[in-house]
């Protein structure tokens, strides 16, 4: 049964930090991975998709990297800003439609 | 447009009620989901809908009855609620793979309803 694990839980920085969020998957057999931001009581917001023959995507100050054999994800925020407050979740796909999300991490970014 | 709507927003209803919950999109998107989000909790999957067909049922409750009238459009039918059953009830949407054993594209979510069971 596919585990996601996101780490750390919570996370407080000063504005400007460049951070790293950790994702742990315990079966490399995916399709692909996203990642999504959440603001408190909100839906998701779909951030990055890497598929499973990939290794990265990047978009604006926002970069994935996606290691299967290792069962790992990596999302790298440069220049952090207080408007990245919000938590961010990694959801893996282990089926066609069949998605599991991570623990989450919840961000404050500190003006 | 890469908006998915749901209605109602909020929703408290007491456990002898019979409400649904509605989604849509007009992304043109044939794969819908359900999905079920407690505080502090990640999304779990309940339901997924490809080509208005029933694809996944994640051993939901039968309290909880899905249905898709058409491409754009999903409901919950929801009756005789538990209070535990009170969450986040968030609609996605995304399109299938062109051939089958590949992985979909990005999902996209929509606002979700905020249910209280009473």
């Known amino acids: 049964k596919q585990e996601v694990t996101q780490i750390p839980a919570a996370l407080s920085v000063p504005e400007g930090e460049n951070l790293v969020l950790n994702c742990s998957f315990t079966d490399s057999a995916i399709y692909n991975l996203q990642w999504f931001r959440q603001d408190p009581g909100k839906g998701l917001t779909s951030l990055l998709l890497?598929?499973?023959?990939?290794r990265e995507q990047t978009s604006g100050r926002l970069n994935a990297s996606l290691d299967k054999s290792s069962g790992r994800s990596t999302l790298y925020i440069a220049a952090s800003q207080p408007g990245d407050s919000a938590t961010y979740l990694c959801a893996v796909a282990s089926g066609t439609y069949k998605y599991i999300f991570g623990t989450g991490t919840r961000l404050k970014v500190l003006a | 447009d890469t908006e998915v709507t749901q209605t109602p927003k909020h929703l408290v209803m007491g456990m002898t009620n019979k409400k649904s919950l509605k989604c849509e999109q007009h992304?043109?998107?044939?794969?819908m989901y359900w999905y079920k989000q407690k505080a502090k909790k990640p999304p779990e999957l309940m339901f997924v809908?490809?080509?208005?067909?029933?694809?996944i049922n994640e051993s939901v409750p039968s309290r909880f009855s899905p249905e898709c009238p058409n491409s754009s459009l999903l409901n919950l039918h929801l009756h005789a609620l538990q209070p535990e059953d009170s969450a986040l009830y968030l609609c996605?949407?995304?399109?299938?793979?062109?051939?089958?054993?590949?992985?979909?594209?990005?999902?996209?979510f929509g606002p979700g309803t905020r249910l209280t069971v009473l």
């Open positions: 809908y490809s080509y208005e067909k029933l694809s």
């Open positions: 992304m043109g998107h044939r794969a």
């Open positions: 890497i598929q499973s023959s990939q």
């Open positions: 996605a949407s995304s399109q299938p793979p062109l051939t089958s054993g590949r992985s979909t594209d990005t999902q996209y």
